[in-house]
Nanobody
C-alpha cells in the first residue's frame, strides 16, 4: 500500500508557473504507474498526465506543451511542472498511484487568476 501527499499548489496569475510534488510513503514506489488528475468545481475528475514505471508519459491535449510530468524514484516523488497557466487550469490536483489498485492523495488547490 502507498500513501500520497501532494504539495505546491497555490494562487498564480495567468501565464505563471507552479510545480506540484507528490511524496509517496510505503514500499514499491518505482513499481507504480503514477498520474496527476484534476477536478474543477462541478466537474468530474480527469486525467492531466501519466507516467509509467518505465517513464513513458502521456498528457491530456489541453496541457500538452505546457505541463511536464516526471518522477524521482530515489526520492519516492512525483512532479508536475506547469507553465503558461490559464484560468481554465484552476482545479484541485490529485496524485494517483496505480498498481492494479488506485491510490489517491488528498489533493492540492491550484487557482489561476489575475
Amino acid at each position: 500500500q502507498v500513501q500520497l501527499v501532494e504539495s505546491g499548489g497555490g494562487l498564480v496569475q495567468p501565464g505563471g508557473s507552479l510545480r506540484l510534488s507528490c511524496v509517496a510513503s510505503g514500499s514499491g514506489f518505482s513499481r507504480y504507474n503514477m498520474g496527476w488528475y484534476r477536478q474543477a468545481p462541478g466537474k468530474q475528475r480527469v486525467l492531466v498526465a501519466r507516467i509509467t514505471r518505465t517513464a513513458g508519459t502521456n498528457y491530456a491535449d489541453s496541457v500538452k506543451e505546457r505541463f511536464t510530468i516526471s518522477r524521482d524514484n530515489t526520492k519516492n516523488t512525483l512532479y508536475l511542472q506547469m507553465n503558461s497557466l490559464r484560468p481554465e487550469d484552476t482545479a484541485v490536483y490529485f496524485c494517483n498511484a496505480f498498481n492494479g489498485i488506485n491510490f489517491w492523495g488528498q489533493g492540492t488547490q491550484v487557482t489561476v487568476s489575475s
